[in-house]
């Protein structure tokens, strides 16, 4: 059953990471919910994640009989998305203190309105939340699921024919 889509799952997770970068972009442009640093962050990661599969995909392209490494790749890319997601979490919940806001520089920053004051998001501060869970929480609860199912077709045994 994992092993199914082997040959083509860093396409999968390719196109797994694009939508959740495609998610913040909306709600970030559709929503107007400005992204704190570790937001980017999380963002970086899934850039990292996107790339890393292209990349997995041209190599399963050339050498079919490596799919199972580039399951395990890019599975690798995706812990780390859920790492840093689940990191951003910690920060939201105050178990961690992080010193995210002083990455901004505040000078940079220019509101649409342009009078008025310039107010930079908080990392401490869940821009949303859905039944009790900010977007980093589902981002790091879907970025691990992502990764368990890489493992799970990296390590699946191959069907017989």
Known sequence: MFDRPRPIWPILTLVFSG???AGAHAFETFGGLRPCPLCLDQRSWHWGVVVVSALMFIVVRVRPNWARLAAAVCGLALV???GMAAYHVAVEQHWVVATCDARINLNNIKPFPMEGPVEAPHCDVPAWTMFGISMA???????????LASFLVALAPARKA
């Open 19 to 21: 939508a959740m970068l």
């Open 80 to 82: 780390g998305a859920a």
């Open 137 to 147: 929480g589902y981002n790091a609860i879907l970025s691990a699921f992502a990764a």
